[in-house]
């Protein structure tokens, strides 16, 4: 099993609808949960950065970390077709000095 | 303020080969992590040096090895080049020492091995 799962899609939607991206893991030490958005022939581009459970809003984009049931949510309000990309999950221990990425989900957003 | 850059951004080897990959962090940064993306995959890591001094390595072979300078750059050295070793190598730079800071990427060195 891997230490972080990621539906890889694609996952197709409509221009304007929201958005629900999913990770869950396994290792209960992870406290740094990151969000980065990937295009095509680019680097992962950091979209959110959170730290335990709870709630974190930023423009269209809210992260959502329920440590519980170790499953991580990144939701997109409005989605637009710039926002097809890729999108990993990346947690982190405390006081880590490593990512462990998901293997990311492919969003494809349709004008 | 320029962010991670990463040089070649394409490269060509075949088995048998060595190659050397450099890095210079985001402007404020001390910290250079590198990873490897094989295609339809996530980042995996290889390893992190801060103050010069490889501080963690993940699950890669002594043929990888890294090298950080006094002005925070990094070069990435991989010997005894393998097919398998055709991938994406991001370097990924964080300020403060690295832990648990938010880490910057570069858009990689594409590596493909004949």
């Known amino acids: 099993q891997k230490e972080v799962e990621q539906d890889p899609g694609p996952l197709s939607v409509p221009e304007g609808a929201i958005v629900s991206l999913n990770c869950t893991y396994s290792?209960?030490?992870?406290?740094?949960f990151m969000w980065y958005r990937q295009y095509s022939r680019k680097g992962p581009e950091l979209l959110m950065y959170t730290y335990s459970s709870g709630n974190k809003e930023d423009g269209r984009f809210t992260a959502q970390v329920d440590k519980s049931s170790k499953y991580i949510s990144l939701f997109i309000r409005d989605s637009q077709p710039s926002d097809s990309a890729t999108y990993l999950c990346?947690?982190?221990?405390?006081?880590?000095?490593?990512?462990?990425f998901g293997a990311g989900t492919i969003l494809r957003v349709k004008s | 303020d320029a962010g991670v850059t990463q040089s070649p951004t394409h490269l060509i080897k075949t088995r048998g080969q060595q190659v050397t990959l450099r890095c210079s962090p985001k402007s404020g940064h001390d910290t250079v992590s590198w990873y490897q993306q094989a295609l339809g995959q996530g980042p995996q890591f290889i390893f992190q040096y801060y103050e010069e001094e490889e501080r963690q390595r993940g699950n890669f072979p002594d043929r990888f090895s890294g090298h950080q300078f006094p002005n925070y750059s990094s070069e990435l050295n991989v010997n005894a080049l393998l097919l398998g070793d055709s991938a994406l190598y991001l370097c990924?730079?964080?300020?403060?020492?690295?832990?648990?800071?938010?880490?910057?990427f570069g858009d990689g060195t594409r590596l493909s091995i004949l």
């Open positions: 290792n209960s030490a992870f406290q740094y």
């Open positions: 990346a947690p982190e221990e405390e006081y880590g000095n490593k990512l462990v």
């Open positions: 990924a730079t964080s300020s403060g020492g690295g832990s648990n800071q938010p880490q910057h």
